[in-house]
């Protein structure tokens, strides 16, 4: 009878010392997928659009690939994981939100189409934007987590 406790109580105890990791993470960003999901496709758009709105440089930059583009809703186009960084460090954009809804995600093997609604508000160039648009980011599966390699912005006239 001993034992079952003692074996309870020890149990019961590395329970409780690895559910916060499991919950809240370690802070070392470690990824508990073992390949690409839908899930953590979606899981990865939103940390990516988290970290926009919390103007987050190295969280950006960190979920960005190096290749990465992003179409604007004018038919611009920026290139590289620094175009956003450089923006918010310099003053050129600051983010005040930056909110995804109505995910539509579809895997193809190690990529990832996540497309939302986006509503975002900030300032850009020195003056106030508060837009919604239809946005697509092509993610692509390496070294174990998703990279954006893509991102296309449509402007919603009539949210």
């Given at each position: 009878m001993t034992i079952h406790v003692n074996g309870f109580i020890v149990a019961a105890i590395a329970g409780m010392l690895l559910?916060?990791?499991?919950?809240?993470?370690?802070?070392?960003?470690?990824?508990?997928?073992?390949?690409?999901?839908?899930?953590?496709?979606?899981?990865?758009?939103?940390?990516?659009?988290?970290?926009?709105?919390?103007?987050?440089?190295?969280?950006?930059?960190?979920?960005l690939h190096k290749d990465w583009a992003v179409i604007s809703t004018h038919g611009g186009v920026g290139e590289g994981p620094s175009v956003f960084p450089s923006g918010i460090n310099s003053g050129y954009l600051?983010?005040?939100?930056?909110?995804?809804?109505?995910?539509?995600v579809r895997l193809y093997g190690n990529i990832a189409l996540v497309t939302?609604?986006?509503?975002?508000?900030?300032?850009?160039q020195g003056k106030p934007f508060d837009v919604v648009?239809?946005?697509?980011?092509?993610?692509?599966?390496?070294?174990?987590?998703?990279?954006?390699?893509l991102t296309q912005e449509s402007n919603l006239l009539n949210p």
């Open positions: 559910t916060p990791a499991k919950m809240f993470g370690d802070g070392r960003n470690i990824k508990l997928s073992t390949g690409p999901t839908a899930e953590n496709a979606l899981a990865a758009d939103q940390q990516l659009a988290l970290a926009l709105q919390n103007n987050d440089t190295l969280g950006i930059y960190r979920m600051t983010r005040k939100t930056m909110e995804i809804s109505e995910p539509r939302t609604k986006a509503k975002t508000s900030g300032m850009f648009e239809r946005q697509t980011d092509v993610l692509r599966w390496e070294d174990g987590g998703w990279k954006c390699i």
